[in-house]
């Protein structure tokens, strides 16, 4: 494992990858966005419409030509050689991420790859909803964001571009509601509380102070910011 890793875990709509990002630009770290290999996954099997269960997305995401290149600008998934960040955005995507996710065979593919895409770096910020227990157990930092689910809600659809009235916030909410309750129900590396992870209620955090937090724990592992740096 690099000696360098930080692991940024939490429900849905949490800030986890804003955090991460801003996280991984301060300390000159690379910021790895672990879902965004599910989904590509995802993306794959509904172009290619294959169930989410089952073997045929176990193969295809064995036989799938998915790369995820680092650079200073993060970990940009690539299929067959095209980026596809935007594409795995998309509200098909969304929907349908959880029940590809909850595959073991999936995981275990995902976790190689996000273990062999760290080994090169100088250091990363890694988040998702199993980093901190699945694939790096041992990071010196571990974090766990959350929030209440209004704030969540009101998150994501900033994040998405959408309106922010009751109706929409009141849907959204019931969404990441599900979500939550799926990922923390499935049988294989559930969202849970990391060993030794620090929790952060952001609900009434700013963004910079959650970032700030963040930054001051990877001050006492790792040394002051210059020596990251």
Same mark, same amino acid.
């Given at each position: 494992?690099?000696?360098?890793?930080?692991?940024?875990?939490?429900?849905?709509?949490?800030?986890?990858?804003?955090?991460?990002?801003?996280?991984?630009?301060?300390?000159? /770290?690379?910021?790895?966005?672990?879902?965004?290999?599910?989904?590509a996954?995802?993306?794959?099997?509904?172009? *290619?419409?294959?169930?989410?269960?089952g073997q045929?997305?176990?193969?295809?995401?064995?036989?799938?030509? &998915?790369?995820?290149?680092?650079?200073?600008?993060?970990?940009?998934?690539?299929?067959?050689?095209?980026? &596809?960040?935007?594409?795995?955005?998309?509200?098909?995507?969304?929907?349908?991420?959880?029940?590809? *996710?909850?595959?073991?065979?999936?995981?275990?593919?995902?976790?190689?790859?996000?273990?062999?895409?760290?080994?090169?770096?100088?250091?990363?910020?890694? %988040?998702?909803?199993?980093?901190?227990?699945?694939? /790096?157990?041992?990071?010196?930092?571990?974090? /766990?964001?959350?929030?209440?689910?209004?704030?969540?809600?009101?998150?994501?659809?900033?994040?998405?571009?959408?309106?922010?009235?009751?109706?929409?916030?009141?849907?959204?909410?019931?969404?990441?509601?599900?979500? %939550? *309750?799926?990922?923390?129900?499935r %049988?294989?590396?559930?969202?849970?509380?990391?060993?030794?992870?620090?929790?952060? %209620?952001?609900?009434?955090?700013?963004?910079?102070?959650?970032?700030?937090?963040?930054?001051?724990?990877?001050?006492? *592992?790792?040394?002051?910011?210059?020596?990251?740096?």
């Amino acid at each position: 494992m690099p000696s360098r890793v930080i692991t940024i875990d939490g429900p849905a709509g949490s800030g986890k990858s804003t955090t991460a990002r801003a996280v991984a630009e301060h300390l000159g /770290f690379v910021h790895v966005d672990s879902g965004a290999l599910y989904r590509a996954v995802t993306l794959a099997a509904l172009d *290619a419409e294959v169930p989410m269960a089952g073997q045929r997305i176990v193969a295809l995401a064995r036989a799938l030509p &998915v790369r995820l290149p680092l650079s200073r600008d993060g970990a940009r998934p690539e299929v067959a050689g095209v980026d &596809v960040s935007a594409e795995i955005r998309a509200d098909r995507v969304t929907r349908n991420v959880s029940q590809v *996710a909850a595959l073991p065979e999936v995981r275990e593919w995902v976790n190689e790859a996000l273990r062999a895409a760290a080994e090169d770096a100088p250091g990363v910020v890694m %988040d998702g909803r199993d980093i901190g227990s699945v694939v /790096f157990p041992d990071a010196r930092v571990k974090v /766990f964001l959350t929030a209440n689910p209004t704030e969540r809600a009101q998150r994501r659809l900033a994040e998405q571009g959408r309106p922010s009235d009751r109706r929409s916030v009141e849907t959204a909410e019931k969404e990441i509601s599900r979500r %939550d *309750a799926f990922d923390a129900g499935r %049988d294989v590396a559930p969202l849970q509380i990391p060993d030794g992870a620090v929790v952060i %209620d952001t609900t009434t955090m700013s963004f910079e102070q959650q970032v700030d937090h963040v930054l001051e724990l990877a001050r006492q *592992a790792f040394g002051s910011l210059d020596t990251i740096s």
